[in-house]
């Protein structure tokens, strides 16, 4: 069982800057890569970013240029640094750890930007 806990979530005016923070522990090694999804309110949850274990990484295109994903392996902690931040990126963000079966998810932490 791995367990995943987000933190860094909070409140910010548009074209500010969070970081976001996911710290795993359990069975760790089972997991293939890891990946921050968002939900915002009457939306379907949808990827923002993923990282491999190798370092590879995969932006969707409404985060390109303004987010970055990265791994710390020693703290086994995956974060989400987010510039340039909009009001539509307002949402609950989760972290995601991706293994051969049902992925593990963490419970969420919110980001809202004001206009």
């Known amino acids: 069982q791995v367990q995943l806990v987000e933190s860094g979530g909070g409140l910010v005016q548009a074209g500010g800057s969070l970081r976001l923070s996911c710290a795993a522990s359990?069975?760790?090694?089972?997991?293939?890569?890891m990946g921050w999804y968002r939900q915002a309110p009457g939306k379907q949850r949808e990827l923002v970013a993923h990282?491999?274990?190798?370092?590879?990484?995969y932006y969707a295109e409404f985060v390109k240029g303004r987010f970055t994903i990265s791994r710390d392996n020693a703290k086994n902690t995956v974060y989400l640094q987010m510039n340039s931040l909009k009001p539509e990126d307002t949402a609950v963000y989760y972290c995601?750890?991706?293994?051969?079966?049902?992925?593990?998810w963490g419970q969420g932490t919110q980001v809202t930007v004001s206009a």
């Open positions: 995601a750890g991706f293994r051969p079966g049902p992925p593990y």
């Open positions: 359990g069975s760790i090694f089972s997991i293939n890569y």
């Open positions: 990282i491999s274990n190798g370092g590879n990484t």
